[in-house]
């Protein structure tokens, strides 16, 4: 009986220390921006939309975090008198590098990752074409932007990502996406 308390006082003691190590490390909430996007074909020209959803970070040390967001992400171009719409499911991965004392109420942070997509719809002047891109896309995300505090574990996040397509969009041709993605964002930290 003293062992199995023994070893009961053990992990609750290992667990304890796990919580507190964890405390204050990962922030959730909601994130809303602008997409100015095109494509890699010449003679196209950026159509501007909605990126809006979740992020969450998590802070490994005072220095770094892993940044994982899910957001809908409207896309595309125009050529001529087309408009092609393209509507995303987006998971931006990131690695941060945040800038400052942990604490300070303005952080900068740089960051990088890889964000795939998921097609939603595409549509072409309201024609259905999701048939002629492809289900899904992966794009190298990079940027800049900063955290200020609001108030105790509540920060404004303020962020200008640039996307790189690393796949074609469409089944047939050399279409990549790129796109510029100023956003802001509130996180509470829990």
């Known amino acids: 009986m003293k062992n199995i308390f023994l070893i009961a006082l053990l992990v609750l003691a290992g667990w304890l220390q796990?919580?507190?190590?964890?405390?204050?490390?990962?922030?959730?909430?909601?994130?809303?921006?602008?997409?100015?996007?095109?494509?890699?074909?010449?003679?196209?020209?950026?159509?501007?939309?909605?990126?809006?959803?979740?992020?969450?970070?998590?802070?490994?040390?005072?220095?770094?975090?892993?940044?994982?967001?899910?957001?809908?992400?409207?896309?595309?171009?125009?050529?001529?008198?087309?408009?092609?719409?393209?509507?995303?499911?987006?998971?931006?991965?990131?690695?941060?590098?945040?800038?400052?004392?942990?604490?300070?109420?303005?952080?900068?942070?740089?960051?990088?990752?890889f964000s795939p997509g998921f097609l939603i719809s595409a549509e072409n002047n309201n024609s259905d074409i999701k048939s002629q891109y492809k289900s899904a896309v992966l794009d190298l995300v990079g940027g800049i932007g900063f955290n200020y505090r609001l108030a105790n574990r509540v920060w404004l996040n303020i962020d200008v990502r640039a996307f790189l397509g690393l796949n074609n969009l469409a089944e047939r041709g050399d279409e990549k996406n790129r796109t510029i993605q100023p956003s802001l964002g509130i996180a509470y930290g829990i």
Not at 24 to 43: D, E, K, L, M, Y
Not at 44 to 51: H, P
Not at 91 to 109: D, Q, V
Request: no cysteine.
């Open 18 to 113: 796990s919580s507190a190590q964890l405390e204050n490390r990962f922030s959730i909430g909601p994130r809303i921006g602008a997409n100015i996007s095109n494509v890699t074909v010449s003679g196209t020209e950026t159509l501007t939309g909605l990126a809006a959803g979740l992020t969450s970070t998590y802070s490994i040390n005072e220095t770094s975090g892993i940044t994982l967001d899910a957001l809908y992400s409207a896309e595309g171009y125009k050529s001529g008198n087309n408009e092609v719409h393209l509507n995303y499911l987006r998971i931006p991965i990131l690695y941060n590098s945040f800038f400052g004392k942990l604490g300070e109420p303005f952080r900068p942070k740089i960051y990088a990752g």
